[in-house]
């Protein structure tokens, strides 16, 4: 178990409010969720700067100390994800704290893979070497990681949500040859700062799609140095609606795709 952050804007935007401030913002879905868990095993959050991801991140909980706040406070940006862990697979420790990063790729995952045991040396199999020697970590969510890039590289003509569905579908495959019905939790956001795509598999997952600039609730001023010329749009995801607006479900079972116009667009994972 843990909880993500996901955003994608027009333009460069704050997300100070949804990261620390607002009603359930991502630090305080740390120190307790929906659910009544707490998620104090390790934060991160990567932006992009100059088309490569820039992640911070620490492994310990985000409502212990300033940094996460601090961190927060300086985001102004089009592109983000952000990730609060509860630890199942792997010990709290940096090289296993999410979002991890490669070149223009960052990713972060929610949810536990059954049979990790035995699902890795499958995976092991599939991942080409240069991503094998790349892992530094214990958790399933990296080795994820770099098997979609495995994948993604092999055919980078590929529309990107097609990779993410064909990688994610085999790895359920794989976890159901080994663990027959076990519960799967699959929820992955994974960008190169001007695309982001992403799943919901087996966890909760909501949306928010802003067609306009808004005032903010919590702060009470908008996020955005606004150009007049564009229309401002942007989307954010979570694992829990994090304002009192009206956030929508992510149907479980899909992969979706951020378009340029920051409309969601869900596919079924099985076609």
């Known amino acids: 178990m843990c909880r993500l952050y996901g955003f994608r804007a027009t333009e460069p935007t704050k997300v100070e409010c949804s990261l620390v401030h607002a009603q359930n ?3 305080s879905q740390s120190r307790v969720d929906g659910q009544g868990l707490s998620h104090g095993h390790g934060w991160g959050v990567a932006t992009y700067v100059n088309g490569l991801p820039k992640v911070e991140k620490q492994a310990w909980a985000a409502y212990h100390g300033e940094l996460f706040r601090k961190t927060a406070a300086r985001i102004y940006a089009k592109t983000v994800i952000a990730h609060v862990r509860r630890a199942t697979i792997g010990p709290p420790a940096p090289a296993n704290t999410h979002p991890f990063a490669h070149g223009r790729w960052s990713f972060a995952h929610n949810g536990t893979l059954p049979g990790f045991a035995h699902l890795r040396d499958r995976m092991i199999d599939a991942i080409d070497p240069a991503h094998r020697t790349g892992i530094r970590g214990s958790t399933d969510s990296e ?3 770099r098997y979609l890039l495995s994948l993604w590289e ?4 590929r529309p990107l949500l097609e990779t993410l569905r064909l990688g994610l579908g ?3 495959e794989w976890c159901r040859e080994i663990e027959g019905e076990a519960p799967i939790g699959l929820n992955v ?3 190169d700062g001007e695309r982001l795509v ?3 598999i087996g966890r909760t997952l909501w949306y928010l799609e802003r067609d306009d600039i808004v005032v903010c609730e919590i702060c009470g001023v908008a996020h ?3 150009k007049p010329s564009q229309r401002y ?3 954010e995801i979570a694992s829990e609606a994090i304002t009192d607006e009206g956030w929508l479900h992510v149907p479980d079972g899909t992969v979706y795709n951020v378009d340029p116009d920051m409309r969601l667009r869900f596919e079924q994972l099985q076609q």
């Open 154 to 157: 092999h055919d980078p003509a």
């Open 224 to 226: 955005v140095h606004h």
């Open 189 to 191: 956001l994974w960008t």
């Open 198 to 200: 992403g799943s919901c």
């Open 233 to 235: 749009r942007a989307v």
């Open 170 to 172: 085999r790895v359920v």
């Open 25 to 27: 913002a991502l630090m």
């Open 143 to 145: 080795h994820v990681f």
